[in-house]
């Protein structure tokens, strides 16, 4: 690999992620830029080619931690700096791989030398070297959540610390955080993505013309580095010159007050949360004016700056594309492109304006405009039996649920002229119907103590949560149980000459902090897909269940995968991986219709998990199979199937039924598929924890109200006697 980096200015097209990455080298203060994009568009390249047009920058010699000679930290850990010496350096490119411990990213302290000899040993982390310079997380979705939580904790406070049973040490870390993802392996939290400053979209270009010079440019590189760099040498000295002087520009932008206005009153009409969006919106506006040479923030900084800072703000759940409505942004600008004026005092006796006159009156007129509230349901056309389809309301003629009737509905029962098995008829597809709207949903765990990646759902051993115990260290001591420690040291200190108040510590003393919290799991979908669960006209109420567990999943940091079945075999539909939205897109596209082949809907799911334990030894499944227990397609499918079953109940994996059986007769199939399984079977209706509370209450109710009809007959019964 050559140490010549890719020009910035011979990367073609992307001009948003180009504009986010100058803007944030022009002013720091802006918060970082995160790229979203598909793989393969050369996010990584732009964001390493940006290094080399930052302006160097003057350092003290020595320090490790980059301070400033003007303005040195008063708290390095390499200070104090007296009238220190200083030399010019560039700025720093500091990469961070994915599977970075944490101790390597804020740096380690050696606890045994802290202890024994009161020597604070500190080693600097990737933070103290990315301080004045850029950090680079290349795929930070896939970074666990505590690493996430430290980079942007020091990326907002602009310090990090290290706290290791009392022992302490802190040192400056600025930077510049640039992050890059593809969503089809997992989004970021919505509280880690506000702390982004700007967030840019970006795909391969579509144009044949531009395709081929990026393959011709990328070519010319890998065949001379140098000599392509010098190409574009007095292009990229042009670009590197005026990020210096839009610096030097940045203190004299005003920011008027119509700016002002019209920065807030955006937030406001697209309800964000908080007002960092505001902070971020107003510092990038100045930068765009600094930018393009101007000192005065102009209408059209303000809506770039909300088209980078607001996107990825107005998510409210994991299933929301970002996005932003132009239209109400050009609208919103509008009502506030005039100086505010100021209100004339008005008359005591003279009533006031009415309420929702001025310039907030109207600011809601558009809101809610093609939300699809309330829209009617959907016409599927004929339904299985028949009769009219129904939409998301249940809606249509009515079916029967059981006895005769509900047989002959059932599109996937071959009653008449069955069709041999050598030859099985085309599943009778429906079309795909809407997913209900998700609810909180109880929690399921996987029994026992796992090590898997922390996250919220099963207990297990991890670098968080509450410490249950003490044991020797294993590798590095990075969590010291001080406790632990000294009770082992005590019985020795006479043997080994202890003389003064200190205590004599050998390396065998150390005792390491285990604690327990919770990890992430691979959860796997077997949802039933055939024609029995389209016929009773559930399959609405049935996707928003799942929809509602792919939410719980993402909100637990879970791994998804999702297996359908239907027809004569089963499908992967969703090969694990962390993006719920992919799960979500897939769920709502589901067709339904034909036999229900559960066997293979379970030997499917047996096989991926399989491959995933070969993957990922640590992380465990918990399989979630959706059905009503009917198995069809041959004499014995019933019994194919509860072998399938078996193999699950052997090797021990979590498992749930999600029981969609409805109606007054219920045959039981999914809670006997769920005893096999070795799981336990749950309704929709228990699905919702409020929904188990009310049946909880209600049954209380129930017992209350027998127990006073039983006291009045008894004492109704007493009188008469008495009576008698």
């Not at 949560?465 to 020797?472: E, K, L, N, P, Y």
């Not at 034909?594 to 096989?607: M, N, Y």
């Not at 021990?652 to 219920?666: K, M």
Request: aromatic share 2%; hydrophobic share 40%; glycine share 10%.
């Amino acid at each position: 690999m050559s140490d010549v980096r890719y020009p910035f200015t011979a990367i073609v097209g992307m001009p948003d992620l180009r504009l986010g990455l100058l803007l944030n080298a022009v002013s720091p203060a802006v918060g970082g830029v995160l790229v979203r994009g598909e793989k393969g568009t050369a996010k990584s390249t732009m964001v390493r080619a940006l290094a080399g047009l930052l302006p160097t920058l003057a350092a003290v010699d020595g320090c490790r931690f980059a301070c400033d000679p003007a303005a040195p930290d008063p708290q390095c850990p390499d200070g104090p700096h007296d009238l220190p010496s200083a030399s010019e350096r560039p700025a720093q490119l500091v990469e961070l791989p994915v599977g970075v411990a944490e101790d390597r990213i804020v740096g380690s302290l050696d606890l045994e030398r802290a202890l024994a000899e009161g020597v604070k040993a500190y080693e600097p982390g990737l933070l103290a070297k990315a301080h004045r310079g850029v950090l680079y997380i290349d795929e930070v979705n896939l970074l666990q959540d505590h690493v996430v939580d430290l980079l942007l904790d020091a990326a907002a406070m602009g310090r990090s610390y290290v706290e290791r049973e009392g022992v302490s040490v802190r040192h400056a870390a600025r930077f510049l955080l640039v992050g890059t993802m593809n969503p089809e392996e997992g989004e970021l939290r919505p509280q880690l993505l506000d702390r982004f400053g700007l967030t840019v979209e970006i795909a391969a270009t579509r144009d044949p013309a531009e395709r081929a010079e990026v393959v011709r440019r990328r070519l010319g590189y890998d065949a001379d580095p140098a000599g392509f760099a010098a190409r574009f040498a007095a292009d990229e000295q042009a670009l590197a010159e005026r990020i210096t002087a839009a610096r030097e520009l940045l203190p004299k932008v005003e920011l008027t007050d119509v700016a002002l206005r019209q920065i807030t009153a955006v937030c406001a009409a697209f309800e964000v949360d908080g007002l960092r969006a505001d902070i971020v919106m107003a510092r990038t506006a100045v930068a765009l004016a600094a930018w393009d040479g101007r000192t005065e923030v102009l209408e059209e900084d303000v809506r770039k700056a909300a088209q980078l800072a607001l996107p990825h703000r107005r998510r409210r759940n994991p299933f929301d594309a970002p996005g932003l409505d132009e239209e109400q942004l050009d609208r919103t600008l509008e009502e506030h492109a005039q100086p505010e004026e100021p209100a004339q005092p008005s008359e005591p006796s003279e009533p006031s304006e009415p309420e929702g006159s001025g310039e907030l009156g109207g600011s809601g007129e558009a809101e809610g405009d093609g939300d699809g509230e309330g829209d009617g349901p959907e016409d599927d056309g004929p339904g299985p039996d028949g009769g009219p389809g129904g939409g998301p309301d249940g809606g249509g003629a009515p079916e029967p649920t059981s006895g005769p009737e509900a047989s002959a509905a059932e599109p996937d029962e071959p009653l008449q002229q069955p069709v041999p098995a050598q030859h099985p008829a085309p599943a009778r597809e429906s079309a795909p119907v809407a997913a209900g709207d998700p609810y909180r949903t109880k929690l399921f765990t996987v029994q026992g103590t796992g090590h898997g990646a922390q996250g919220r759902r099963s207990p297990a051993e991890t670098t968080g949560g509450h410490t249950v115990r003490a044991r020797r260290p294993q590798g590095t001591l990075s969590r010291l149980h001080l406790t632990a420690t000294l009770q082992a040291a005590a019985p020795h200190q006479a043997a080994r000459g202890r003389a003064g108040r200190a205590l004599v510590l050998r390396k065998d003393d150390f005792r390491e902090q285990v604690r327990q919290g919770r990890e992430s799991n691979l959860v796997l979908f077997v949802v039933d897909a055939s024609g029995s669960m389209a016929a009773r006209q559930r399959m609405t109420a049935v996707k928003g269940a799942v929809l509602s567990l792919l939410m719980d999943a993402y909100q637990r940091r879970d791994k998804i995968g999702m297996i359908t079945f239907r027809g004569a075999d089963a499908e992967l539909a969703l090969p694990p991986t962390s993006s719920v939205e992919v799960g979500a897109a897939r769920l709502e596209s589901l067709p339904t219709g034909g036999r229900t082949p559960l066997a293979a809907g379970l030997l499917r799911a047996h096989e991926v998990l399989r491959v995933e334990r070969l993957r990922d030894p640590s992380r465990r499944p918990l399989l979630v199979v959706v059905t009503d227990g009917r198995a069809t397609g041959g004499r014995d499918a019933l019994a194919r199937s509860q072998r399938a079953a078996g193999l699950f109940a052997a090797q021990g994996t979590a498992s749930v039924v999600l029981d969609c059986e409805s109606g007054p007769v219920r045959l039981g199939l999914a809670r006997t598929l769920a005893g096999l399984l070795g799981g336990t079977a749950v309704s929709l209706d228990e699905l919702r924890p409020e929904g188990v509370a009310s049946l909880v209450r209600e049954n209380r109710h129930d017992g209350r109200r027998d127990s006073r009809q039983e006291n009045r007959r008894e004492n109704r019964a007493t009188t008469m006697r008495k009576a008698a």
